[in-house]
């Protein structure tokens, strides 16, 4: 008995691992050997590449395409029309499968609309990618990067909220209150 809801117009291959209580929309493919973890959201018109991993709690909004070589971690939102590359230098008549870049984006990340992730790049978990970003290097953890080519620009919290940091390098999420420190250049949580 199947535990996810797919569109009847969504195609799924073989192979596919596919978690309880996720979505699969109008018009998407979900290629051979995917796992894509419980409660995913697929919109309309998405490409899952054969292999691809997603986390549990994944959100895919419409015209998403994810290749071969992608893995989302979990609660990773990933915008409308963004893209992942998948080759460095793609030439129609020559086949390049066996040099797929990897590209990981960590747990809480979020891809805006539009933007695109050059393959063989890491995004941190809670970074925040902003919309028609072109990512061209790896992003730590809890970034902010816009751009093209991305820049850092300040760092984001897990709720979504740009950080500020006092002169001892502490910030407070206005949300929720989650405090964190700056340090060596990287951000961590620290309540």
């Known amino acids: 008995m199947e535990t996810f809801f797919a569109h009847e117009t969504a195609v799924i291959d073989e192979g596919c691992e596919i978690g309880a209580g996720t979505k699969i929309w109008h018009f998407s493919h979900i290629m051979p050997n995917c796992?894509?973890?419980?409660?995913?959201?697929?919109?309309?018109?998405?490409?899952?590449?054969?292999?691809?991993?997603l986390g549990n709690n994944v959100?895919?909004?419409?015209?998403?395409?994810?290749?071969?070589?992608?893995?989302?971690e979990d609660d990773v939102f990933l915008g409308p029309s963004m893209v992942f590359t998948n080759v460095?230098?793609?030439?129609?008549?020559?086949?390049?499968?066996?040099?797929y870049a990897k590209t990981h984006v960590g747990r809480g990340a979020t891809i805006g609309a539009?933007?695109?992730?050059?393959?063989?790049?890491?995004?941190?978990?809670?970074?925040?990618?902003?919309a028609g970003a072109v990512v061209t290097k790896n992003v730590p953890d809890y970034a902010l990067v816009v751009g093209n080519p991305s820049k850092q620009i300040g760092w984001?919290?897990?709720?979504?909220?740009?950080?500020?940091?006092?002169?001892?390098?502490?910030?407070?999420?206005?949300?929720?209150?989650?405090?964190?420190?700056?340090k060596d250049n990287n951000v961590m949580k620290i309540a």
Request: proline share 3%.
């Open 35 to 53: 796992k894509i973890g419980q409660r995913c959201n697929l919109g309309q018109n998405v490409v899952v590449s054969p292999d691809v991993v």
């Open 59 to 72: 959100k895919v909004q419409n015209n998403v395409s994810i290749y071969t070589g992608v893995i989302c």
């Open 88 to 99: 460095t230098n793609p030439r129609s008549a020559v086949n390049r499968k066996s040099q």
């Open 114 to 130: 539009n933007a695109t992730i050059v393959c063989g790049h890491d995004i941190g978990k809670y970074a925040f990618i902003g």
């Open 156 to 182: 984001m919290s897990e709720y979504g909220h740009r950080l500020e940091f006092d002169e001892q390098g502490f910030a407070v999420c206005p949300e929720n209150g989650d405090k964190y420190l700056f």
